[in-house]
């Protein structure tokens, strides 16, 4: 087993959060892993410069200001480890890149060792009180991606509260919510200044031990100067795998 520090953060790119507060805030918490949703590329880069790690994993999302390529949002999977990146998957096909309500995954794998590896997807979810449908396709999408091995974990916004039908469907079939695991209150993430409604998570994949699940609330209501979401931090304990499976299949 491998202990893996895990935390996921709509971090919000077109409102420019100070990239130097977010790394001090993500340096006091040692993560090993990072996924990160509404991020700038520019952003993700810096932060994984900040953090002298590798290259992060970053795929467009949308980019409501083309051709002002630079502005584009998506979400990224940046690691101290080595990743092996697998095709982005979209959950909307048919949206135009230029629109907000077009929504991808970014699968990754954590590569810890030669022998040991997991399987990260980085989700965000649509958005909206009506959408309730479109997520439960979307989570049902996401749930045909996952492999027998390596294990796997999914992260991200989704978009839901814990009693509705897209995060029930992912629990029933075997995916672990960390914070029902080993949270502590209501692990409310959003609005950051005075959180009400949790739907940021993070989910273990068979095998996947949870040790520990926190809200990340450094700076209390000043989080909001960082994001509109409040990040989640995940301790997990990786078992072993075999040989990697195949890339998981584009959308």
Excluded at 71 to 89: D, I, N, W
């Amino acid at each position: 087993m491998t202990r893996l520090r895990l935390i996921t953060w709509n971090l919000h790119g077109s409102a420019k959060p100070r990239i130097d507060a977010v790394v001090e805030l993500l340096q006091a918490h040692e993560p090993d892993v990072l996924a990160l949703q509404e991020v700038r590329s520019g952003q993700a880069r810096r932060i994984a410069g900040l953090l002298r790690w590798r290259r992060p994993a970053w795929s467009l999302k949308h980019n409501a200001w083309w051709p002002l390529w630079w502005r584009g949002e998506g979400l990224a999977v940046l690691s101290r480890h080595k990743l092996a990146v697998h095709p982005t998957v979209v959950l909307t096909p048919g949206v135009s890149k230029r629109s907000y309500e077009r929504r991808i995954l970014v699968p990754a794998e954590v590569v810890l060792d030669d022998d040991q590896r997991v399987l990260l997807i980085d989700a965000h979810l649509s958005s909206g009180g009506t959408e309730e449908a479109r997520r439960s396709e979307q989570a049902e999408h996401l749930l045909r991606l996952l492999p027998e091995s390596p294990p796997s974990v999914v992260a991200g916004d989704l978009n839901a509260d814990p009693d509705r039908a897209p995060i029930r469907s992912l629990v029933d079939a075997g995916l672990v919510d960390t914070w029902a695991a080993a949270g502590s209150g209501p692990g409310h993430t959003i609005p950051a200044n005075a959180p009400r409604r949790r739907i940021d998570y993070v989910l273990a994949g068979p095998g996947v031990s949870v040790v520990e699940a926190a809200v990340l609330d450094d700076l209390g209501p000043a989080m909001a100067g960082l994001s509109d979401h409040r990040p989640v931090l995940a301790v997990l304990d990786v078992p072993s795998a075999g040989p990697p499976p195949p890339s998981a299949e584009p959308g």
